[in-house]
């Protein structure tokens, strides 16, 4: 009874992203804190810039969170020195300036409720799940045990009573109290397909080397061939008219014509604030093609675009995995169904969860709704490309808060974990405990 007072006070979740990092304590509730998963390191600070610097951060030699912006512009070679360690999802072995960031991120954010929950008496630390992609090798899970470590003793000695790891689309299969389905989980930098029985199936996760990056890289050439050059180079304005433009289409082909045909219905204005606003009205076709590129990059068009140095699409070897560039959505799920057990394969194609911020579009405006769909109607409609007969079997939903729903996972699996379960070398699961 004890374990589950303090559980539900102390658990805590870190969702490591691509893109972004959400974490915070169980008591939050619905909505983690979010910051981009990124560091800057400051090995080039001008000697005056250096005296303004607090001691601890130039200590450390690092900074994350809100505290990027406030020194980038001082660094002569910023781009050198940020850093995006979960680009890809996985932290090289070697590469330490990632594992530098990474380990700040760590502390930086346990730090911001530490400092709170140090004040309660039966506080011994919290118990924390990190959720790592499902592609993360071994060794990268021991460092990230390892580096909580670290973070403990900078932080006292007692702000991590325990830390275990998750698959990312584990997560949200619990979330989703779902026992055997595939999670799709699309983030920034890449989209893991992952089937599951009672846990993630290994030979059965496929890689696609795409994600939102790509829907962003796609929208910045939009921008530049609506004659939005300048405005194009701004990321701010970039994610905005990618959430507010982006549209996935049915069919492309019949998208583009109809679009063409009848530029004014599928015009849209967005107002990026009150001094800028991006108008897609002569172009208004290829707002399909910013929702099109994650599902599937195989078009002549997107390929003119590669052929022309203005975005890339290509296979990654990370180790003995590959990311696939060009394969579509559809053809990745039936890849990886079909490295399952025979016996399960009905099962899993009956419930396809969709997850990430990648998925997470706008409902298409009513008068749009014969060439514009949702995620899940999408995907069903490659499915059913491929085999009208897979297409029956197949239920595809997307979860109810896409960007969260790993962290929320993470959080109710801490919350179930029995504290005698200690971590095993061998199956990278239980409690790793630091404080007793």
Request: contains cysteine; aromatic residues 8%.
């Amino acid at each position: 009874m004890e374990d589950v007072r303090y559980k539900a006070r102390f658990v805590y979740a870190e969702d490591y992203g691509t893109g972004y990092f959400k974490y915070g304590p169980i008591t939050l509730g619905e909505v983690p804190r979010v910051m981009p998963s990124r560091g800057l390191l400051l090995r080039d600070l001008p000697e005056s810039m250096k005296l303004l610097v607090p001691r601890d951060v130039l200590s450390r030699g690092v900074v994350v969170g809100d505290e990027v912006s406030k020194y980038l512009s001082s660094l002569r070679d910023a781009i050198r020195n940020l850093k995006y360690p979960l680009h890809d999802g996985i932290v090289r072995r070697e590469d330490e300036d990632a594992w530098r960031v990474v380990r700040e991120m760590t502390r930086f954010t346990i730090a911001q409720f530490h400092s709170e929950a140090v004040k309660q008496s039966d506080y011994r630390g919290f118990l924390i799940v990190a959720a790592l992609s499902a592609l993360a090798p071994d060794y990268m899970k021991e460092r990230f045990i390892e580096l909580h470590g670290d973070v403990n003793r900078e932080l006292g000695g007692n702000a991590v009573r325990a830390v275990t790891v998750i698959d990312q689309p584990f997560a949200v299969a619990i979330a989703e109290k779902a026992v055997t389905c595939i999670v799709i989980e699309a983030g920034h930098g890449n989209t893991q397909v992952v089937p599951i029985s009672y846990g993630p199936i290994r030979d059965g996760i496929v890689a696609l080397n795409r994600g939102g990056a790509e829907a962003n890289a796609i929208t910045r050439e939009v921008l530049k061939d609506a004659g939005y050059g300048d405005l194009a180079r701004d990321d701010y304005v970039v994610e905005v008219v990618k959430r507010e433009a982006g549209l996935i289409p049915r069919d492309l082909d019949e998208a583009i014509n109809k679009a063409k045909k009848e530029p004014d219905k599928y015009a849209v204005s967005v107002k990026v604030n009150p001094l800028v606003t991006i108008e897609l009205k002569e172009y208004s076709w290829m707002r399909f093609l910013i929702g099109e590129i994650l599902f599937n990059p195989n078009h002549e068009i997107f390929r003119s675009y590669t052929q022309q140095g203005r975005l890339t699409i290509e296979d990654v070897t990370v180790g003995d995995m590959v990311f696939h560039g060009e394969m579509s959505l559809s053809d990745a799920v039936i890849s990886s169904v079909r490295r399952t057990p025979v016996e399960i394969q009905d099962k899993v194609l009956e419930n396809i969860i969709l997850s990430g911020g990648s998925f997470n579009w706008k409902t298409p405006p009513e008068g749009l709704r014969d060439v514009a769909v949702t995620s899940p109607e999408k995907v069903k409609v490659m499915m059913s490309k491929l085999s009208p007969e897979l297409a029956e079997r197949v239920n595809v939903r997307l979860v109810n808060d896409p960007q969260f729903s790993v962290w929320k996972g993470s959080i109710v699996y801490g919350y179930a974990l029995p504290l005698n379960v200690k971590w095993s070398e061998r199956t990278k699961e239980g409690w790793y405990f630091l404080n007793q």
